[in-house]
């Protein structure tokens, strides 16, 4: 467990003195708080001795604005890692993209609510700290896998002599095996883990636009009830303007009703991939109604990088099997496409169909991005096999699917792909594993 006792240091930078009050007051009793009222004091702190954990920042400001700010932290090794979250009056959504694309991990607008900003600061420290702590564990066991390693090429030279330190030897090697197993086990746990932390930070962030938008309605549909109160008070409203009124509140509660809608899917999506993808029951489910509620759980990151997804499966298709295991195969498959296949800026697609045949079924992903050598190929489904290692990549994420296809599904799974002609995977199983 991730111990949360110590109060977490949070930065507040805004030249409005209003905002710094009601930030500071909500946030106060829980986090340590600092306040600046410009960017330059902000990178100055946070390249301090005493970083803090994470940072609220305007964007509006003068001189330096916030996102040169935020360009400026995520440049420096020593900063890119403190989670920023913009509280801005800039709502159009290429300001939100641009936010994003900075690296932002999240987006206020205001005005915000005081309750909306302590559960966002609280999510976000909280995935932070656990991503620090998973971090830690991984660097801690590799530190171990390595020490092992060469303390067994020690005991292999010194024990080759005789037959009996040859025994000794392979003894030794059996137990450094069984270590490393556990070791891979827990890291793949891991891996499994830090997904659908990301999914949570997505998911936030999509749910956001919906309800912010359902209380703008609200309050305007609030503010204009009080209005035409008055008038009824004095005894001044006309039939006219009693139409309009009904005309206004119709409009108001239609928005408000379609938005809290919006917002509903998406929670109910993903609280039953979140659910699945930490549970190992099998269950009857239609496959196309799963994949549409495992992509839009998806559909921020996609969102991002505005790139398209084409389903190919029959409405009615229902199947016996383990959920858990197809929502984190998707979930893998466009994270791989995201991270390695879509290197460029130009808007790809992935194809995914799905079909009967007999009593298997036949699942394929495909992709259009920039594909994969033969020699990358042969080694995809290997552990810790990566060619994004310098940029934090594990190499675990499609040998999590290989074990997945072959171990619960019962299936078999392979891979196509050529340089500048996407990858394709292509699986196999039983329709009732």
Not at 285 to 310: A, I, Q, T
Request: net charge negative; charged share 25%; glycine share 6%.
């Amino acid at each position: 467990m991730i111990e949360t006792n110590n109060k977490s240091n949070i930065l507040i930078v805004d030249d409005e003195p209003a905002n710094i009050d009601m930030l500071g007051e909500v946030l106060m009793p829980e986090y340590k708080i600092r306040v600046v009222v410009n960017g330059p004091e902000a990178i100055e702190i946070a390249l301090s001795s005493n970083p803090p954990d994470l940072i609220l920042l305007d964007i509006m400001m003068p001189g330096m604005d916030g996102y040169e700010v935020c360009k400026r932290l995520k440049a420096d090794m020593r900063t890119s890692k403190i989670p920023v979250i913009f509280i801005t009056a800039k709502s159009e959504e290429e300001d939100e993209k641009n936010g994003f694309q900075l690296g932002v991990v999240d987006y206020i607008t205001k005005p915000f609510r005081l309750s909306v900003v302590q559960a966002r600061v609280r999510t976000h420290l909280t995935l932070k700290k656990y991503q620090d702590h998973m971090e830690a564990i991984v660097r801690e066991q590799t530190e171990d896998i390595r020490a092992a390693n060469n303390q067994l090429r020690i005991e292999i030279d010194e024990r080759k002599k005789t037959q009996t330190a040859l025994e000794q030897t392979n003894q030794s090697l059996e137990d450094s095996l069984s270590r490393l197993q556990e070791t891979r086990d827990h890291l793949i746990q891991s891996e499994k883990m830090a997904a659908l932390g990301g999914l949570v930070a997505g998911v936030a962030h999509e749910i956001n636009t919906p309800v912010g938008i359902g209380i703008t309605a609200s309050s305007f549909l609030s503010l204009e009830t009080r209005k035409y109160a008055e008038r009824i008070s004095q005894n001044e409203l006309s039939m006219d303007e009693i139409k309009k009124y009904i005309s206004i509140a119709s409009e108001a509660t239609a928005i408000i009703e379609s938005n809290l809608k919006r917002a509903g899917d998406l929670i109910q999506s993903f609280k039953q991939v979140g659910v699945d993808q930490s549970s190992k029951d099998r269950r009857f489910f239609r496959c196309k109604e799963y994949l549409d509620m495992v992509l839009l759980s998806l559909r921020p990151r996609l969102k991002n990088g505005r790139h398209e997804v084409v389903v190919d499966c029959p409405e009615l298709l229902e199947i016996n099997s383990y959920p858990g295991a197809f929502s984190q195969i998707i979930t893998n498959f466009v994270m791989n496409s995201l991270i390695h296949g879509f290197a460029e800026e130009s808007k790809k697609t992935i194809h995914i169909s799905v079909s009967q045949q007999g009593e298997q079924l036949l699942f394929r992903y495909k992709d259009n991005g920039k594909g994969m050598s033969q020699e990358c190929v042969e080694k995809v489904f290997e552990p810790f096999f990566t060619t994004k290692r310098n940029k934090g990549g594990t190499g675990l994420g499609l040998h999590i699917v290989y074990n997945l296809v072959t171990q619960i599904l019962k299936g078999a799974i392979q891979c196509t792909s050529h340089p500048d002609e996407g990858a394709e995977f292509i699986i196999t199983a039983p329709i009732s594993p």
